[in-house]
């Protein structure tokens, strides 16, 4: 117990005498973490579109003209329950249908007059399916619409029409987040190396100092414990400054990152999100610090 | 306490540093070892602070084979040998009090004995008024004194000291060497390594000479001879 409160107090004391050193590797840990904070926010922004672009894909089953109301409602309750997948379903009447045309195409005076040649409203009463985005899952609940009791009900489902275009807005989402993904592992790396590089330096200028803790006879422990220490003050320091930056940044970018994503805010994804923030600005900082000057000490140690 | 049993050792296929040399240091005694740079002095003082081990040979510390010790042991065989350097090995981001408190705090000894002892011993070594002042600060005799300091704060059973003297002024010499001789009349047993022949020969002590990693020559009351 007394040696860990030497440990630690030697760790303190090193570092607030080696000033430069320490102001260098923080300043350094400072750039590693906010790298990955950004591919944090990155991948916030990410998931916002692809769940933007998931929620516009929906299965549509047109029920036949002389379906009744309360026979769909049926089938939509059923729906809800068939599987897990679906997020949603919603009922639009034909009523309902033909005021989303004619609000759509108000200015499209063609359509309008084709409209009124065909006389009666053309439009069917029809479910709109939502599920989580997976077009397998959107395979599925088409096949069990087609293929269950109420198939008599249903003229037609929609989903082979979309279908290209559910799979390839799909897998270009996938590839986004698989690109992120890698990305972000190698901009880690290399920011870990610099970071790594930088404490090697600062504990290069210490290897004589070593050398001499070894020999009066210090153990490994104490004579790794103060740099470990340090290692653990940069991370925290760095994970301090950090942490406020990002919530400066999300808070002063919000408005602006609200006019290129509407309806993302920055700030209220970092608020959301801030324990995590935390978790990995810390965790990287701490991880990095310590794992860098356990690796560099270690070569130092061995005889 | 020490003994050398026809210790060898070798760094590359071709460099012999040492060549079968054997002899013992009891309890108590003042020994010298003499040769020029390259002798093999150093390599004498790292083979007994288990920091290299022999080629071939044995190297005892208290009857115990020191390269089959193993980290713990060497530790605390380290602990019971003080070394002097001629580059002083300080810890140059402590200062003068924390120096010498490093090599009781690494022993694990309280920080009342500390409190206690580190005073004491920088009165006896002359450095009292510069507690606060880090290695820089310090003059080169100042720097070796800290070094005897640090060397003595522990009571050690063995003192080593490797060349103590390469980089002081007569008068700063003297001062350690008269140091050396206090401590060694006080029961610790004193290692001198140096190429000083004046010293050598006013102290009339036992000498080892060392030439080509061989010992050449261990009288009782030696002279400087090479």
Redesign the interface.
């Known amino acids: 117990m007394?040696?860990l409160k030497?440990i630690i107090s030697f760790g303190f004391?090193?570092f607030s005498?080696?000033k430069g050193i320490s102001v260098a590797a923080i300043f350094v840990l400072v750039v590693a973490i906010m790298l990955v904070t950004e591919l944090v926010f990155f991948q916030g922004v990410m998931s916002y579109l692809i769940l933007q672009v998931q929620n516009k894909i929906d299965i549509t089953a047109y029920f036949k003209a002389d379906t009744q109301e309360q026979e769909i409602l049926a089938v939509r309750d059923e729906v809800l329950e068939m599987s897990s997948n679906i997020k949603s379903v919603e009922y639009v009447s034909q009523e309902q249908a033909l005021a989303f045309f004619n609000e759509k195409h108000k200015d499209n005076a063609v359509l309008s007059q084709a409209l009124q040649e065909v006389g009666d409203n053309p439009f069917l009463p029809s479910l709109n399916i939502t599920t989580n985005g997976d077009p397998l899952k959107y395979a599925e609940v088409s096949n069990i619409l087609e293929n269950s009791d109420f198939g008599g009900l249903i003229e037609s489902v929609d989903f082979s029409q979309k279908k290209d275009t559910i799979e390839k807005v799909y897998s270009i989402t996938t590839n986004i987040n698989i690109f992120g993904i890698i990305f972000e592992i190698i901009l880690t790396i290399v920011a870990m190396l610099v970071v790594f590089n930088t404490i090697r330096l600062g504990i290069e200028s210490?290897k004589?100092?070593i050398?001499?803790?070894?020999?009066?006879?210090?153990?490994?422990q104490?004579v790794r414990g103060p740099f470990i220490i340090q290692g653990i003050i940069y991370g925290v320091v760095a994970f301090i400054i950090c942490f406020l930056f990002s919530g400066l940044f999300a808070f002063f970018l919000s408005s602006k990152m609200s006019v290129i994503l509407p309806g993302f805010s920055m700030w209220a994804y970092f608020l959301t999100n801030w324990w995590i923030f935390a978790l990995i600005q810390l965790g990287f900082g701490v991880a990095v610090g310590v794992i860098s000057a356990v690796v560099v000490v270690k070569k130092y140690l061995e005889? | 306490m020490i003994k050398f049993d026809k210790v060898t050792k070798i760094y590359s296929p071709d460099t012999a540093v040492l060549q079968d040399v054997s002899f013992e240091i009891k309890e108590g005694e003042f020994i010298s070892v003499i040769g020029k740079s390259g002798a093999g002095k150093t390599t004498l003082t790292r083979l007994i602070?288990?920091?290299?081990d022999p080629t071939f040979g044995t190297v005892y510390f208290k009857d115990k084979n020191v390269a089959d010790l193993d980290?713990?042991e060497i530790?605390?065989?380290?602990?019971k040998?003080g070394?002097i350097y001629q580059d002083y090995?300080?810890?140059?981001?402590k200062t003068v009090y924390e120096n010498v408190a490093?090599?009781m705090?690494?022993?694990?000894k309280?920080?009342s004995e500390i409190n206690k002892e580190v005073p004491k011993v920088l009165e006896l070594i002359g450095l009292k008024d510069k507690v606060d002042n880090f290695p820089k600060q310090l003059s080169g005799g100042e720097q070796q004194r800290l070094a005897v300091a640090?060397a003595l704060v522990n009571h050690p059973d063995i003192i080593i000291a490797d060349e103590p003297t390469g980089n002081l002024d007569p008068y700063n010499t003297y001062e350690v060497i008269f140091l050396l001789e206090k401590i060694n009349k006080a029961g610790t047993t004193v290692i001198l390594l140096t190429h000083d022949r004046e010293i050598i020969n006013k102290l009339g002590k036992r000498v080892i000479t060392l030439v080509g990693g061989r010992i050449i020559r261990d009288e009782a009351e030696g002279r400087f001879i090479i």
């Open positions: 007394a040696n030497r004391q090193d005498r080696n210490s004589e100092e050398a001499t803790m070894r020999v009066v006879g210090a153990s490994n104490f005889v | 602070l288990g920091l290299e980290a713990s530790q605390k065989i380290r602990r040998i070394c090995k300080l810890l140059p981001g490093y090599v705090e690494v022993e694990g309280g920080n640090r």
